[in-house]
């Protein structure tokens, strides 16, 4: 069983949300721990998330307690990190009863130490002698994923995809072999087979872009936790924690040279249908413009994505667009208005679009081939899909398209780049 992985090395398994959504859930990953141990897995660890819904369910409740909480508060961490406690003593009364020593631990306990940014708090540090005295003694240790703790002991949480982080990062302190991301789908696909006809699994994927595909709206993993992945060369093997054939999954790593040259041109196609547009004009043309405009919103933890820069040289005032996910909208333009009175843009102006969607191609092998970008927008144009922003890159090319098309836009593309 998995002949890719050093089993004499640490291994980190990580069972997300609906791996864990249950209790006969729980008991089934039990016996597959079970079983691994049993295979003479000499130094096992596994990463938990909280039950499926649980997070959503204790972000609800901030928000009914404080409707203006975001994250960013010790109290909206406190609240939210609690899912995981109740995952981690599951798993490991199941993990006793199958005749498996295994002990539960939360981030302070094992030492997960993180930066003071509550909500999406940065890993600084693993301590791993509470893991390793947990090995000797025979035992499993049982970790909280998503949260961490500052050097002042207060806990925090490490944002979406805080769980895979964990494992990822855990992994890199043991010096694992692997990590092993078990999901409720079978690996990372060339589209998302829930609204994509025709989506195939990827077996294997550099971490370039897998990160591309993460960040541009594939929900399998966090862009974080391959960020990670790649800096520690530490492989991620995805698999569906209730997939009986091990063969089936996605193995990120790093290509060599030849595997790279032969790499398919585009990888995957993603759609974020969380994106919404800000458009900003009537401020002074002049390069303290930008700064000022693009620190307000980063000043509030919101992330830009594509800018659009639109401006000709006999014109005083700057006319702008940027992108960014849609439950940022409304900070990002209090942020940019507060400018009027703090800076004196009389003029200033900000509108929003709000339903739109992002459509992406990604492919290493865009690198070495020409016309990828005139078959993404021949593809999308044929079809009467609008085009309103286009970001590109390397590897990937993204276009802003209206909501509502945005898984036709989708599928348009795959069609286009894959066999049916």
């Known amino acids: 069983m998995y002949s890719e992985v050093d089993k004499t090395r640490p291994v980190v398994q990580k069972y997300g949300g609906t791996s864990v959504g249950t209790i006969g859930r729980i008991k089934a990953v039990a016996r597959r721990v079970a079983r691994f141990k049993r295979d003479d897995w000499e130094k096992l660890a596994i990463v938990v998330s909280a039950m499926s819904g649980e997070t959503n369910r204790l972000v609800g409740l901030m928000k009914e307690a404080n409707p203006e909480a975001r994250g960013r508060t010790k109290s909206y961490d406190m609240a939210v ?18 005749g498996i020593h295994a002990l539960p631990f939360l981030a302070y306990q094992i030492g997960i130490m993180t930066d003071r940014s509550h909500g999406e708090a940065k890993i600084r540090s693993i301590q791993t002698d509470t893991i390793e005295k947990c090995w000797a003694a025979g035992a499993i240790p049982v970790i909280a994923g998503f949260q961490g703790i500052t050097e002042t002991m207060d806990l925090t949480t490490l944002g979406r995809g805080g769980s895979d982080t964990s494992a990822v990062a855990l992994a890199a302190a043991l010096g694992a072999s692997s990590c092993e991301i078990n999901t409720d ?10 609204y994509i006809a025709g989506a195939k699994l990827i077996e294997e994927l550099d971490y370039e872009t897998a990160l591309e595909l993460a960040a541009l709206g594939s929900k399998v993993l966090h862009s974080r936790c391959i960020e990670v992945a790649a800096k520690y060369r530490i492989p991620i093997t995805v698999r569906n924690s209730f997939q009986a054939d091990d063969r089936r999954r996605t193995r990120i790593m790093t290509f060599s040279d030849q595997t790279a040259l ?5 990888s995957g196609i993603t759609l974020d249908e969380n994106v919404a547009r800000i458009t900003v004009q009537g401020v002074p043309s002049r390069g303290k413009t930008l700064f000022l405009v693009f620190g307000s919103v980063a000043s509030e933890g919101i992330n830009v994505d594509i800018i659009v820069h639109n401006t000709r040289g006999d014109e005083t005032k700057d006319r702008f667009g940027f992108t960014v996910q849609e439950e940022d909208v409304e900070a990002a333009t209090k942020a940019i208005e507060s400018l009027r009175v703090q800076s004196g843009f009389a003029e200033l102006a ?7 969607a992002k459509v992406s191609a990604v492919g290493l092998g865009m690198r070495s081939h020409s016309g990828v970008a005139t078959r993404v927008f021949a593809t999308l144009t044929k079809n009467n899909v609008d085009i309103m922003m286009v970001s590109t890159s390397e590897i990937k090319i993204s276009c802003v398209v209206p909501g509502a098309q945005g898984k036709q836009a989708a599928q348009l593309l795959h069609d286009s780049f894959f066999e049916k």
């Open 262 to 266: 032969e790499a398919p041109v585009v």
């Open 185 to 194: 789908v079978d690996g990372v696909f060339t589209a998302d087979p829930r």
């Open 350 to 356: 900000v509108t929003t679009q709000r339903d739109l």
């Open 81 to 98: 990190s609690a899912g995981e406690q109740v995952s981690v003593g599951l798993m490991a009364a199941a993990l006793e009863a199958e």
